[in-house]
């Protein structure tokens, strides 16, 4: 992938080689470098500048919770659009949480959160969504509740076993009609 580091190195190797741009062909060695230091350390303070102000894993997570939560009282009510609308987007946050932070530090070492997201999609994630497209209400509570096993392992495994999921025993939101006839305010 070119970056735009990678981009002004290669243009930069160019203008050297052919004699073009307002460098000329004679440029000192030393200006060089010291052109490329500076444009990398504002590069490197511009990439912390940008780490600060994307949210941190907990802050996803805090949409995970607030995505699954909905999933169950959608499901409860059976409203199937909405409950598979807050699947997809439990799905998805989950993804962002993992892009934010792909390895956590453990007292083990490092745990990397790639495979086992990818186990729980595979699996329970997976599963209840085969519910909610089948419109199981039989079946999904026994399927959230699994999911919720999973989760925690995957807390537990990162040194995180005081964050304990549950059901739920209201929703997130309140301004949200669950019942599926509703037609509206």
Not at 79 to 86: M, T, V
Request: with cysteine; aromatic share 8%.
């Amino acid at each position: 992938m070119l970056t735009p580091t990678k981009i002004w190195l290669a243009a930069t190797i160019v203008m050297l080689l052919t004699g073009s741009g307002t460098w000329g062909a004679v440029r000192p060695a030393a200006a060089q470098d010291a052109g490329q230091a500076s444009e990398i350390a504002k590069l490197r303070a511009e990439l912390e500048e940008l780490r600060g102000r994307v949210p941190d894993q907990s802050h996803v997570m805090k949409d995970v919770g607030y995505h699954f939560t909905n999933l169950w009282f959608a499901a409860q009510a059976r409203n199937w659009p909405l409950a598979k609308f807050y699947l997809d987007e439990t799905r998805s946050h989950l993804r962002w949480a993992v892009r934010v932070i792909p390895v956590r530090r453990t007292s083990a070492g490092s745990l990397d959160l790639r495979p086992i997201l990818d186990a729980l999609d595979r699996t329970v994630f997976s599963d209840l969504d085969r519910a909610v497209e089948a419109q199981d209400a039989r079946g999904f509570p026994d399927l959230y509740r699994r999911t919720l096993v999973g989760c925690y392992a995957c807390h537990q495994a990162a040194e995180k076993p005081y964050l304990r999921p549950r059901v739920p025993e209201q929703p997130e939101v309140r301004i949200l009609d669950f019942d599926p006839s509703s037609t509206g305010p």
